[in-house]
């Protein structure tokens, strides 16, 4: 009897906490090469109005040469105004030692984040989500994949 209560509460519990999905999408780099003039572009709807949370995914190798990434992104309602633009840095390796910061193992890394909290977004409305890197490179080796995961609050 006690395991079936504490069951039911952390089923509760957990449901309780669950976010609503609105989108979730990756790309996959050719070759581990992401180039300077190409943006990653989303597209997404809702299907009510509500807050918004983006979180950014980076899958990365051992062989992206530097700490850090910085990346923008814009996100355009359908008559392609902006919504929100913004420059992000994602710190990939620790500073002082250079071991990978995320998850992964041996030599594929992934490192997730929470990119910005948008308030409400309309109903039955379709959004483009621009994403370039920011980095002098023309072409940024190492970087695999960019996840994006869209949730109301």
């Given at each position: 009897?006690?395991?079936?209560?504490?069951?039911?509460?952390?089923?509760?519990?957990?449901?309780?906490?669950?976010?609503?999905?609105?989108?979730?999408?990756?790309?996959?780099?050719?070759?581990?090469?992401?180039?300077?003039?190409?943006?990653?572009?989303?597209?997404?709807?809702?299907?009510?109005?509500?807050?918004?949370?983006?979180?950014?995914?980076?899958?990365?190798?051992n062989d992206y040469p530097y700490q850090n990434f910085y990346t923008s992104y814009s996100l355009l309602d359908s008559s392609k105004n902006i919504i929100k633009s913004?420059?992000?840095?994602?710190?990939?390796?620790?500073?002082?030692?250079?071991?990978?910061?995320?998850?992964?193992?041996?030599?594929?890394?992934?490192?997730?984040?929470?990119?910005?909290?948008?308030?409400?977004?309309?109903?039955?409305?379709?959004?483009?989500?621009?994403?370039?890197?920011?980095?002098?490179?023309?072409?940024?080796?190492?970087?695999?994949?960019?996840?994006?995961?869209?949730?109301?609050?």
């Open positions: 009897m006690k395991k079936t209560i504490l069951i039911i509460f952390i089923s509760f519990v957990s449901s309780s906490c669950y976010k609503d999905n609105i989108y979730t999408n990756y790309y996959s780099f050719k070759d581990q090469i992401w180039h300077a003039d190409s943006s990653i572009v989303f597209n997404f709807n809702s299907n009510e109005s509500t807050d918004i949370n983006m979180n950014l995914g980076v899958s990365y190798t913004e420059m992000l840095e994602f710190q990939l390796f620790e500073r002082k030692y250079g071991y990978p910061i995320g998850s992964g193992i041996f030599k594929n890394f992934f490192l997730d984040s929470l990119v910005d909290n948008i308030d409400p977004i309309n109903k039955n409305s379709e959004y483009i989500l621009l994403i370039k890197h920011s980095m002098r490179d023309k072409e940024l080796i190492g970087i695999s994949k960019l996840a994006v995961d869209v949730t109301s609050k």
